[in-house]
């Protein structure tokens, strides 16, 4: 079964940069679309970036387009978010989530089958 590890995580200053990796083991990575999320206290889960198989394609949520950037490590089973510019509206547990194989453009966190345990952002201004 597929097994979502994040870290990366932190309390950063409003402004500051910071990478969150995903590590993917139990499949084959390639097969899967990866997403991020996140969810701030009280909040409902939002869709944050995801990526294609292949890695070529990519689409952001508004709220971080411009900032954020997600990329993939077929060799390395791993996704990476990176974060620049951050504020503190950027606060939140991220999620790591994994989809089998469809469309990359997905929003929905019940379109993705596998998710990891968070890891958490504090950006503080």
């Known amino acids: 079964q597929v097994q979502l590890v994040e870290s990366g995580g932190g309390l950063m200053q409003a402004g500051e940069s910071l990478r969150l990796s995903c590590t993917f083991s139990?499949?084959?990575?390639?097969?899967?679309?990866m997403g991020w999320f996140r969810q701030a206290p009280g909040k409902e889960r939002q869709f944050v970036a995801s990526?294609?198989?292949?890695?070529?394609?990519?689409n952001y949520a508004d709220s971080v387009k411009g900032r954020f950037t997600i990329s993939r490590d077929n060799d390395k089973n791993t996704v990476y978010l990176q974060m620049n510019s951050l504020t503190p509206e950027d606060t939140a547990v991220y999620y790591c989530?994994?989809?089998?194989?469809?469309?990359?453009?997905?929003?929905?966190?019940?379109?993705?089958?596998?998710w990891g345990q968070g890891t958490q952002v504090t950006v503080s201004s």
């Open positions: 990526i294609s198989w292949a890695g070529g394609s990519t």
């Open positions: 139990g499949r084959t990575f390639r097969n899967y679309v």
């Open positions: 989530a994994a989809k089998y194989f469809g469309g990359y453009r997905a929003t929905s966190p019940l379109a993705y089958d596998n």
